[in-house]
């Protein structure tokens, strides 16, 4: 089967964050204002555990999804009451910008746990403290683990919450040095806002971070500089394709879970899910997008691209900085329009 089913799904709840993070491959911020309607949200739900034989396991994400309380708390209470165990709620995931005191941690993952959370999940790294205080996640992790217990609170990074600080204090200089060093670490997806505002600092920083002859990894892509055809030698199979996980957005785009900003089908009225799988396991090989991401990574969009005037970098941190930069001039120029979206996030 060339299309796994999709087993996990995150539903987007919002495009919105109080934070900025130099490392979002969403491009979320304080400026956007979409928020999935709590009807949309069940229907998809629904639709989703439905669509896989062996049912669906969502999490609820964004943006910052605790933005607006009382309506996330509104959507926990009514799925587990309207849809039964077969769509329990995996996690929510959440910076712990409103942990602004322990009785607030307390009632919130409290009122969560008994909504049917399993799990909750604290972003925490130097990226999301320029905006964050780290107490604020060290505060909503000790509570969480005191109501939840600690298999139930997962926090991304350990190693960061323990040893960080606040970085928003940092001059320019500073906080960038800093991101590259973390971002060698090969933790980042590196598109979206990380491909302006992380990829190039691991570049520009390239020779400093590395001795002669070695190379710096991100998952399976070398971060180093390097031309475009050296990056782009994989294909994007397992990541569009096979990985059975999936974003669907505010709108109801459905992306794969990885790569923000790639259509996988448009899930805009009742009972449009199952159809959409069914149609990309149909006809993925012929679409512009995800059949050449598929057949040859992101080498085959570059290519396409170079005979719509696309001029690429001198170097790449890796294939999915790539990836974005070509996705970006096609997006620009109104080209597969169909499979570039949400439209905003390629006009920043």
Known sequence: ??????????????????????????????????????????????????????????????????????????????????????????????????????????????????????????????????????????????????????????????????????????????????????????????????ADAVAPLVTDGDRRLRGPGQQVRCGASPLALTSWREVADTDCRQAVLRSRHVHVDPSGLVMPGTCAGIVLGRAQTGGEIAGLWRRLSDDHAARPIVGALARRGPAGLAERALAAGFVPRGGYASKCQLCWDVRRHLARRGLDAAELGPAWMYTL
Not at 140 to 168: I, N
């Open 1 to 194: 089967m060339a299309v796994k089913y999709w087993s996990s799904a995150g539903l987007v709840l919002t495009w919105w964050c109080n934070a900025r993070c130099a490392s979002c491959y969403e491009y979320c911020g304080p400026e956007r204002s979409e928020w999935m309607a709590t009807d949309d949200a069940l229907r998809w739900w629904g639709e989703l555990a439905e669509a896989s034989p062996h049912g669906c396991r969502v999490h609820l994400t964004g943006g910052e999804p605790m933005g607006r309380w009382d309506d996330l708390l509104e959507l926990c209470r009514r799925a587990q009451g309207d849809l039964g165990e077969k769509y329990a709620l995996e996690m929510v995931e959440t910076n712990a910008f409103w942990a602004t005191g322990a009785q607030v941690v307390r009632r919130r993952v409290r009122a969560l746990d008994r909504a049917g959370m399993r799990r909750l999940k604290i972003s925490t790294d130097p990226y999301h403290q320029q905006f964050v205080e780290i107490e604020r996640c060290r505060l909503a992790a000790a509570v969480a683990e005191d109501v939840l217990g600690p298999d139930r609170v997962q926090v991304r990074w350990r190693d960061w919450l323990a040893e960080g600080f606040d970085t928003g204090g940092l001059s320019d200089g500073d906080r960038a040095a800093l991101f590259a060093r973390y971002a060698a670490g090969g933790r980042d997806r590196l598109c979206g806002r990380a």
